[in-house]
């Protein structure tokens, strides 16, 4: 199975600094057609995930673009730039290119 | 808007079967793929399966032969079904959309115990 390494586990911020999360592949994430299946996803407190960032780097509705993500074959990036309080919680990145699909362990994301 | 329900027991005895159904508002089943997955207590997320729009399915192999995910079109619902748990199966299970797993349910938490 592909293994996602996301550091940091967890990043204590100051509401308006940047944060950044590493997520690196086992295996490069490029399918055969040429699309990564790279998303990035967040769960706040007492709620569902929910999707920031699919195909690298294409923000969802309605996701700020404080929300930048990055990266291509093994190593990806997800930067939030001016922190602010709903962006605490819990942020994974998940690869939907290798059966079975795989989330990495999560980066908690919290106020220092 | 697309809406997504879980719904189930909460607590399973070991060995016997675990049965949840997924609710759809907003959305037909028969487009797009449709997906279950687990969060275990800490943070650790697994992806379970999808069923998709033609009713073709794909497992986890770490699930191996337990797992099944069936669904009524009639109904606007899927449904998972994991047999034989243990413990380790105490989770709270979601259902998504997927490609990419744009819309959740709200997640429902199941317990494996005596």
């Known amino acids: 199975d592909v293994v996602l390494t996301q550091t940091p586990v967890s990043l204590s911020v100051t509401l308006g600094d940047q944060a950044s999360i590493s997520c690196r592949s086992s295996?490069?994430?490029?399918?055969?057609?040429?699309?990564?299946?790279l998303e990035w996803y967040l769960q706040k407190p007492g709620q569902s995930p929910q999707l920031l960032i699919y195909g690298v780097s294409n923000r969802f509705s309605g996701v700020p673009d404080r929300f930048i993500g990055s990266g291509s074959g093994t190593d990806f990036t997800l930067k939030i730039s001016r922190v602010e309080p709903e962006d605490l919680g819990v942020y994974y990145c998940f690869q939907a290119t290798h059966d079975p699909y795989t989330f990495g362990a999560g980066t908690k994301l919290e106020l220092k | 808007e697309v809406q997504l329900q879980e719904s189930g027991p909460g607590l399973v005895k070991p060995s016997q079967s675990l049965s949840l159904t997924c609710s759809v508002t907003?959305?037909?089943?028969?487009?797009?793929?449709w997906g279950w997955i687990r969060k275990f207590p800490g943070n650790k997320m697994e992806w379970m399966g999808y069923i998709s729009y033609s009713g073709s399915t794909s497992y986890n192999p770490s699930l191996k032969s337990r797992i099944s995910i069936t669904r009524d079109t009639s109904k606007n619902q899927f449904f998972l079904q994991l047999n034989s748990v243990t413990t380790e199966d105490t989770a709270t299970y979601y259902c998504?959309?997927?490609?990419?797993?744009?819309?959740w349910g709200q997640g429902v938490m199941v317990t494996v115990s005596s």
């Open positions: 998504a959309r997927f490609g990419p797993l744009d819309y």
């Open positions: 907003g959305y037909s089943i028969t487009s797009n793929y």
């Open positions: 295996q490069s994430l490029e399918y055969s057609d040429g699309y990564t299946y």
